[in-house]
C-alpha cells in the first residue's frame, strides 16, 4: 500500500503562485510515476503534470510554462510549482502514484486551490 498526503492549496489571485506538496509513504519500492491531476465541478479528472521514477515529465498543454514538477531524490515526495495562476486553474488538485509492479493507481485525499480574477 502507498499512502498519499498533500498540502499546499489554498487561494490565489490571478497571475500569483501556489505550491503543492504530496508525501509518500509505504511501498514505494513499487511506484514507476508520481503525479497531479485535477478535478473541476462537474468534469472529469484529468492530468496536470507527471513525473517518472528517472526524471521525465509531461505536462497537460494547459499548464506548459507555467507549472513545474519535481520530485525529490529519495522519491517519496512529489511538488507543484504553480505560477502565472488563471482563474481556470480552480479545481481540487489530486497527488497520485502508479506502480507499474502491481498495474494500479494510488490517490491523495485531494487539496483546493482557488484562483480569483
Known amino acids: 500500500q502507498v499512502q498519499l498526503v498533500e498540502s499546499g492549496g489554498g487561494l490565489a489571485q490571478a497571475g500569483g503562485s501556489l505550491r503543492l506538496s504530496c508525501a509518500a509513504s509505504g511501498s514505494m519500492f513499487s511506484i514507476s510515476t508520481m503525479g497531479w491531476y485535477r478535478q473541476q465541478p462537474g468534469k472529469q479528472r484529468e492530468l496536470v503534470a507527471t513525473?517518472?521514477?528517472?526524471?521525465?515529465?509531461n505536462y497537460a498543454d494547459s499548464v506548459k510554462g507555467r507549472f513545474t514538477i519535481a520530485r525529490d531524490n529519495a522519491k517519496t515526495t512529489v511538488s507543484l510549482q504553480m505560477n502565472s495562476l488563471k482563474p481556470e486553474d480552480t479545481a481540487v488538485y489530486y497527488c497520485?502514484?502508479?506502480?507499474?509492479?502491481?498495474?494500479?493507481?494510488?490517490w491523495g485525499q485531494g487539496t483546493q486551490v482557488t484562483v480569483s480574477s
Open positions: 513525473i517518472t521514477s528517472g526524471g521525465g515529465t
Open positions: 497520485n502514484a502508479y506502480s507499474l509492479l502491481y498495474s494500479r493507481d494510488y
